[in-house]
């Protein structure tokens, strides 16, 4: 190992079994909404044991993206991950997770790193290393809290998306409708105030209240990844109270001769707050439609004046 190698440990006991904790890790597409840091997760390929993902975080304030290959090992209950493409100042990243049965029910995990900066400068290797630590604390934390959750980690999660397609209009202008979120408190009837930034270009930081059917007032912070004309990922900081986790994404496509917007949603309702925010006798299962119900149709209302907005831009002479 070079010399300029830094190597870390993390761990935590926690009260859930092993291979519940496993499969929390194994699975990327959920730890946008259960890991703090992690902002969008996808898997590029499998091959058998093997996988790449792409992964978007926040680290020390900022705004990094990187891919790694893994290697899933469910009998030793182990994933070991390397970085092919970094993003300074790291310039190599390695490590695994490891999941060690301690007894009455609880589990071990143990997740290490190694690494090494572009230039070897201390200034660099303390940087890697701080937000390593504060990273690594925050996903052993929310990994406990959740495994712990007396619920199937199938019930725990819901995805489900909407579509609307429009023809004659440009995917362009329906994208530009959604990317604009500054100006939806004049435009969509269930926002109320909008804060935007964006820097660097690409990355949004957003505030929103949104108003809901019954009434109620959220109060919401996103951190938005924008590919013009393609797609925006999102992923909700501050959530509404019955959610301990939401990521999203936008899709826009051609469709015969005009557009297909597409509104994804991954959550992760709270079930001790599910009585608090619906009512005394609410079940869990009565907040997972609730969640729902309420997320499609502020997703809907959003893409159907996405798609009024580009049509009228199309009619203009």
């Not at 893994?70 to 300074?88: E, G, K, N, V």
């Not at 270009?201 to 590919?227: F, I, K």
């Amino acid at each position: 190992m070079s010399p300029h190698t830094r190597q870390m440990e993390h761990s935590r006991v926690v009260r859930a079994p092993a291979d519940r904790l496993y499969a929390l890790v194994a699975d990327v597409s959920r730890w946008p909404v259960l890991l703090g840091p992690c902002l969008r997760a996808r898997q590029i390929e499998r091959h058998g044991a093997d996988e790449r993902i792409e992964l978007w975080a926040q680290t020390n304030g900022k705004v990094t993206t990187w891919t790694s290959r893994r290697t899933l090992d469910p009998r030793s209950l182990r994933i070991s991950f390397r970085q092919d493409r970094s993003t300074a100042p790291v310039a190599s990243m390695s490590g695994d997770w490891s999941f060690h049965p301690a007894g009455d029910g609880r589990t071990r995990i143990v997740l290490t790193h190694a690494f090494t900066a572009v230039d070897d400068s201390p200034q660099a290797l303390e940087w890697i290393a701080e937000a390593v630590d504060r990273n690594s604390v925050q996903e052993l934390a929310a990994l406990g809290d959740f495994a712990e959750l007396p619920h199937p980690l199938e019930q725990l999660v819901l995805t489900f998306s909407d579509r609307v397609e429009e023809p004659g209009v440009d995917p362009a202008d329906v994208y530009d409708f959604v990317h604009r979120s500054d100006l939806w408190p004049e435009r969509l009837p269930h926002v109320g105030r909008v804060d935007l930034s964006e820097d660097p270009a690409g990355v949004q930081r957003m505030e929103m209240d949104t108003v809901t059917s019954d009434g109620r007032t959220h109060t919401t912070a996103s951190v938005r990844l924008c590919v013009p004309g393609e797609h925006i990922s999102y992923k909700q900081t501050v959530l509404p109270a019955l959610l301990s986790g939401h990521s999203g994404r936008w899709e826009f496509e051609k469709s015969d001769g005009g557009t297909a917007i597409v509104s994804h949603h991954t959550v992760a309702v709270d079930p001790a707050a599910v009585e608090r925010v619906l009512g005394g006798g609410a079940t869990f299962e009565q907040a997972c439609a609730h969640v729902r119900d309420t997320l499609s149709a502020n997703s809907r209302a959003t893409m159907g004046a996405a798609c009024a907005y580009a049509a009228s831009v199309v009619r203009r002479p």
